[in-house]
Each structure stands twice: as C-alpha cells, then as structure tokens.
C-alpha cells in the first residue's frame, strides 16, 4: 500500500484533494512503466533492501571524458600503482582514472582525484593531477606521481622530475627551496595545493647520478623514509644509496641505515624490502625496522641525540649467531618485532634447521623497549620444528599475531605441506594458529589450503595470498584490537553456519578461480571471518541456502604504489562500535536479487548477507575501500544506479549508511589547485574543503534509499516557464531503453519524486 510521497520537503496524506491523489496514482504508474523499460533518470532498489539505511551516492562526476574510474584491481591500467584509499571518516576518497576530466590538461598515464562529501552540497571532485611538463610521470609507466596519502587525505606525497632511479631532469622546480635538476618528492596539500619540497638543498652529486625512492611514511605523512644518496646535511657528497627519514616540521632528512656500531650499512631495505612498509615505520616515525646485508635492525629515537640501531636477530642464548631474520609485521608503536628465522636465536628454540633439507623457520617477538627476544613458536615434538610459513597480520599494540605453520603447535593441528615462499605443491594444507600474549602456546584455528597463498602477481577475484611476505598482494585483514580476522580459504572448514563444511565445489563447469600449480581447482575461494572472544569462525561468503557457489568470493589486495610496493590496505573489516561489518566480493549469487552471475559487493554483519551493488549489470562491480567503521562502503561499476548516471562509464559509488530523506547529493566540480613561488609553502593538515565557484558547479540526481521496494522519479530544480511538451517514448538501439522527455535537461533535473510502498 502506497503510504507517503515525498516532493523536496513536501509531503502529500490522506488530507489532500482528489486532484492530488489521481495524480500521485498517476506518477506511480508511469514510474513503474518507466522503471520496467530502463528508463534514464529513474533508478531502482527492489528485493532485499540496502542494511543500515543505506543508499547509493554516486561519487565520481557525470562528466568523465569518457575514462573510466579504476578500482584495486582493474582491467585497465594507467601505470604500475593507482592509489585509492578512503579517509578513515568516509568522507573523501582519492582515485585514478585512464582519462583526464574536469581539465583537458592531465596526463596521458591517468589522473589523480579527490572526491569530498559536503551536506548540504553532496560530492565534489578536484583533479589533484600534474602535468606531464612537470616531468612527474615515469616513463617506463612505473606508478603514479602520487605514493601515499594521510589518513584523512589532507595531504599526499607526489614524485617529481621522474623519480626512477638517476637521471636529471630539466624545467623549473615544483616548490621554493627545491634545486633545481634533481629528483624530489613533494608533500602536496590537498585543499590548497601548496607543495613542501622534500630535497632542499643541491646534494654533494651531479644530478644524473642522484638517486631517490620513497619507501613508506606514518599514517599522517609527518615522516617519511627514502632511500637515495647524499641526502644528509647540505652538501654531503657521496654516491652509496642508503636509508633516510624525512620530518616534515624540520624538513630534515636523518640517516636510517646505520648499524649498531655507527658505521653505515651499505645494502639496506625498508622491513624485510617486500613487506609491508608501512608497518616497518612506527606511527610517530621515532622507530624505523630495515634489513641490512647482516641481518635485521630497528633503529630508534630517530632525530634525537639518542639514536640508536639494534640487532634483532642476533642470538640470545641460542646455539646459533643469527643474521637471517624475514621481517613479519610490528605493533604501530614499533615496540614489538615480529620476524622469522631459521636459526635457532633462543635457549629453548627448536627449527629443525640444522642438517634439514626443508629449514624450517619459528616466528620470534623482539621487545624493543626490554631487549628481550623469544620464541613464540616452540615445538619440541616436529623433528622440522614449527615452519613458520608467513603472518596474516597483528594487533595494534602486539598481543595478538595471526600466522600460517606446517607445524603441530597445539591440539587440531595436523602436520602440513605447504611451500615457504612460491606456489604449493597441488593438495598442500598449513594450519592457521592465533598466539596471544600471556598464553603457553598458540591456538589452532583451522586448516588451509597451500593455493590460499597463491602469490599471483596479477590477482584476480579467487585469488587468494593470505600470509604473503608481499604486502601488495597480503588479502588477510586484522582488526586494530587483534579480535578478529578475515581471510579466503579453499578448504571445506567446519564454521558456525555450517558445522560439516560448506561444499565449495563449483556448481556448473570443472573449474573456480585460479590455481597455484597444476589444474585449476574445482573448490572456489570463499572468506572467513574468525572472532577470538566467541572462539568462533564464519564462512561470511558461503551461499546461505546451502547451494554449491557458481563462482569464486574475494578479498582485495593492498594499493600499489610503485612497482611491488605497497602502504595501504583497504579496510575490509569494520572497525569501532562493534559493528562486526565485512565486506567483501563474490561472483556467486548470494541474495535472490543476484541475477548477473558476475562479481558484485557484499557486507556481511550479524549473521547476514547484503547486496551493496545492484546485481544486475552484466559487468558487475568491485568493492573499493570503506571507511573505519563500514558506514561508507565505496566500489565501482558500470551499472546506472542514480538518475543522472547514464554514460555507462565505470564509476564510484558510495553505499552511505545513514542516508537521510532530502540530503543533497550534487556534484560540483573543483578546477586543478595550483601555486606559484612562495604560494606553494604546505600548510598545516586541514581538512580539504571542496567549496568551489558557482560556475564549476552542476547538480546531478538524487539517490536510491535503502529500506524497500521503491521507484526515485527525477523531478526539475526550478520550473522554467516554458510550454509543455508533450512526453514521449523511444526505443534505441534495440534494447527497450526508453527516455521520458519534459523540456529539461538531464543535467538540470535535481531532487526527487520517491514512492515508498508500505509492507
């Protein structure tokens, strides 16, 4: 039964004329006609209803030059890293696409963007792009200009003069104080585009034989760490490459790379040189994790007289010296290392390394602050010791780490298979364990299979590398607190929906996604969720009914940003208010509403299953990023789900939760940003403000909310006092793609007729 219409703020009841109620009935039948035929500015949210009070916003501009919004994952490519992250709040979110819009001026490797939500405006975007006369491209197509970003997106970190490696280049610097003819990295601020230089005086070399790479920095970008040459006090000469943080309140670089008896190292890597380089940085930059030549180091109290480097994987009581330490992951405070080694470091270490053709490794803590190293993975009982396969990842603080062993750590596990490093034999398994400060050993969650780290290098949806050294390619998420972890297995665990085992066994067709060796699997991917406090693991992607899955689920890979390189991972997993919300693809159809048997976005949260795309659109869609607590759920597709979408371009979209009846959800268009001379100095990070001149601004459909069946009519902004004319209908293309006509244009159509049907 028809309950409420709502115009703007207007409302019609059971008080209104019958003039009002023949043409509210009116309205209602050409929307649904309208809305059968595909009609352009209509949209619909039928069958399972959005969770939360979520609506679709659309995030990317309706003008896109005919380029597309690319995702973690894409099959399109601008170069080798597109960095798309959300601000923790949800409310920007930057992102590449392979054309230019909103300036005819881009780059021809793809655009940078910064979307930004207002109230009472909606979504803007500001094109954040260089020009390619700024020389801030590579070449050889090995990443964007932009490495990273702060959490809140204030401000980002951007290449200039091709950062690759050698090579001078020519044109006028990007900032005051920055020489010119050398490679440089920029702190960009994104609301006034002003640009901090980070090389500020001519280094002790000629320009063609300098070298500069940025590596990581903390989540607010105040310190960052390089590798490059004679980048010490002004005027150093020196041609060795060695480790260097950058601080941005002194725009000082200090040495890095320097061992315990002061000398500097001579080969060096930021962590382990493949992991995850963020987490090698603690979060107030003071402790730095690095791999020299000899072994692994954390050099601590960074730009302070007492700076110090220490040795983690060197013996402390053990039988053997050390020196072969793999960084695994830290707490953010740097205080506790977690590597593996196949040496025997401690008293009371057993890795089975010593005449073992397999050297299997044990997963040591290092206590920076107390010097003290253990074992956390003693087996006494495996000839081969634990072999400590990889981390999933660990707790802010250290207390909690989640990692993979072929070793019989506690009881329900078996002995496992799996290769350390590469692809796993066909039919490998390794088991999953959860260690926890305090406890006498760690706890067996269950057993995986050897393709659930298949290190692809071209990860598709089923592609799965859970305990990968490579953070780049790392799908596992844990929670800041250590409580929960999400991963994708292959293997039939027993899980509280499905105590025997869900049958993953592809339901049509011999295969599911892609294999590590051999044959590819008949078992699909599916993602788990495991929540310490219950002792409890979900299979959150596995078909609710029961059925067998048509297709593999997915979690995504973490944002390159140059080469292997990564720094960020988009947040899978909710955090804050106990949310338990996870999100994740499948190209099974999890809900009735799933019809196109292609990838599409779902949330899982409290033991059900939601569609967040529309399930409908041949070509799917891609979950993106959310923000930390899930009530922005950001993915892209080409399906049009807002009035004003109908360039069949792929687009960013934002599940919001809550949306609120009447919010405006316009798009204004903020030009490029740019600076001159002393203009260009970084301010401090303040939030970006997407406030732009009236002439750059135009405003797009409203949206579909969430909560039931429900027709969105596009009505006018403002009436123009022209004659009617008449509406019609038309057929394009052969499709059944019918157009309503009133005399506006789709452009100008703003607010909404919504029909909310009652239950």
């Not at 692809?456 to 089923?462: A, I, T």
């Not at 998420?477 to 991963?487: M, P, Q």
């Amino acid at each position: 039964m028809l309950n409420v219409i709502s115009w703007g703020s207007r409302s019609l009841t059971a008080r209104n004329t019958k003039a009002w109620l023949a043409l509210l009935l009116f309205g209602a039948g050409v929307a649904l006609v309208w809305g059968f035929w595909g009609v352009t500015g209509v949209a619909i949210a039928a069958g399972n209803s959005l969770p939360d009070g979520r609506a679709w916003e659309m995030v990317s501009p309706l003008d896109k030059g005919g380029g597309d919004v690319l995702g973690i994952v894409s099959e399109q490519t601008t170069a080798d890293g597109d960095v798309v992250q959300a601000s923790a709040d949800g409310q920007r979110i930057t992102y590449v696409s392979t054309d230019s819009f909103l300036d005819p001026k881009g780059a021809p490797y793809g655009s940078q963007y910064v979307s930004g939500r207002e109230a009472k405006t909606g979504w803007s975007t500001q094109n954040i792009s260089t020009l390619t006369s700024n020389q801030t491209y590579e070449l050889a197509g090995n990443g964007m200009p932009y490495r990273a970003f702060s959490t809140d997106l204030s401000v980002g970190i951007m290449s200039g003069g091709n950062v690759r490696g050698g090579g001078g280049v020519e044109g006028p610097s990007l900032a005051p104080g920055a020489p010119a003819g050398y490679e440089n990295y920029y702190l960009y601020g994104i609301s006034t585009g002003a640009r901090q230089s980070l090389v500020t005086c001519a280094p002790g070399v000629p320009p063609g034989e300098f070298a500069l790479e940025f590596l990581g920095g903390t989540s607010d970008l105040g310190h960052v760490v390089v590798s490059g040459s004679a980048l010490g006090e002004c005027g150093e000469v020196g041609h060795a490459i060695r480790l260097y943080e950058w601080e941005k309140v002194t725009g000082q670089f200090q040495p890095v790379s320097v061992l315990p008896n002061g000398s500097p190292a001579e080969s060096q890597s930021l962590g382990d040189g493949a992991g995850a380089t963020g987490q090698a940085i603690s979060e107030d930059g003071s402790k730095v994790i690095w791999t020299g030549s000899e072994g692994l180091y954390v050099r601590e109290g960074i730009g302070t007289p007492l700076a110090g480097t220490v040795q983690l994987d060197a013996s402390r009581g053990g039988p053997e010296p050390g020196g072969g330490g793999e960084f695994r992951t830290a707490s953010s405070d740097g205080s506790k290392v977690f590597f593996t080694d196949g040496s025997e470091l401690t008293s009371d270490a057993h890795t089975g390394n010593i005449g073992c053709p397999r050297c299997g490794s044990d997963l040591y803590e290092f206590d920076v602050n107390s010097d003290q190293l253990r074992d956390v993975t003693v087996d006494h009982v495996d000839a081969n010791g634990a072999e400590v396969l990889g981390t999933m990842g660990a707790s802010a603080d250290g207390s909690y780490v989640y990692f993979v062993a072929n070793g019989v750590l506690s009881p329900g596990a078996s002995p496992g298979t799996c290769k350390h490093g590469g692809a796993s034999p066909p039919g490998a398994v390794c088991n999953l364990y959860l260690w926890h400060e305090g406890w006498e050993r760690p706890k067996f969650i269950a057993t995986l299979s050897g393709n659930d780290n298949s290190e692809d290098s071209h990860p598709v949806l089923g592609s799965a590398s859970d305990w990968s050294a490579e953070f780049t390619l790392r799908t596992a998420r844990v929670s800041r607190d250590g409580l929960n972890v999400v991963f994708m297995s292959q293997e039939r665990l027993k899980t509280a929906n499905f105590p025997e085992g869900y049958d993953n066994t592809v339901s049509s067709g011999e295969s599911c996604g892609p294999g590590a060796t051999g044959p590819l699997p008949a078992q699909c991917e599916e993602v788990f969720l495991y929540e310490a406090t219950a002792g409890r693991l979900t299979c959150v992607s596995c078909n609710p009914t029961g059925a067998p899955p048509t297709g593999p689920s997915g979690i995504p890979g973490a944002t390159k940003f140059h080469g292997h390189r990564a720094a960020y991972q988009s947040r899978v997993l909710s955090e804050g208010g106990g949310t338990g919300r996870v999100f994740f693809d499948s190209a099974d159809g999890l809900v009735a509403r799933d019809t196109n048997r292609a990838e599409d976005v779902y949330e899982y949260e409290n033991g059900h299953v939601y569609l967040l795309s529309d399930g409908r659109g041949p070509q799917g869609a891609s979950f993106v990023d959310a923000s930390m607590n899930g009530d922005d759920a950001f993915f892209i597709t080409r399906a049009e789900l807002v009035g004003q979408d109908t360039d069949r371009q792929m687009d960013l979209y934002d599940a919001r939760a809550p949306h609120e009846p009447g919010e405006a959800v316009g798009f204004s268009v903020a030009p490029i940003v740019s600076c001159e001379g002393e203009d260009c100095l970084v301010s401090g990070s303040a939030a970006p403000s997407f406030a732009v001149p009236s002439s750059f601004v135009f405003m797009g459909g409203g949206n579909v909310a969430g909560g039931g069946p429900q027709v969105a009519v596009k009505a006018n902004a403002k009436k123009k006092p022209t004659k009617k004319k008449p509406r019609r209908r038309r057929v394009r293309h052969g499709k059944h793609r019918a157009r309503a006509r009133a005399g506006v244009s789709r452009r100008a159509r703003v607010g909404a007729v919504r029909i909310v049907e009652g239950m």
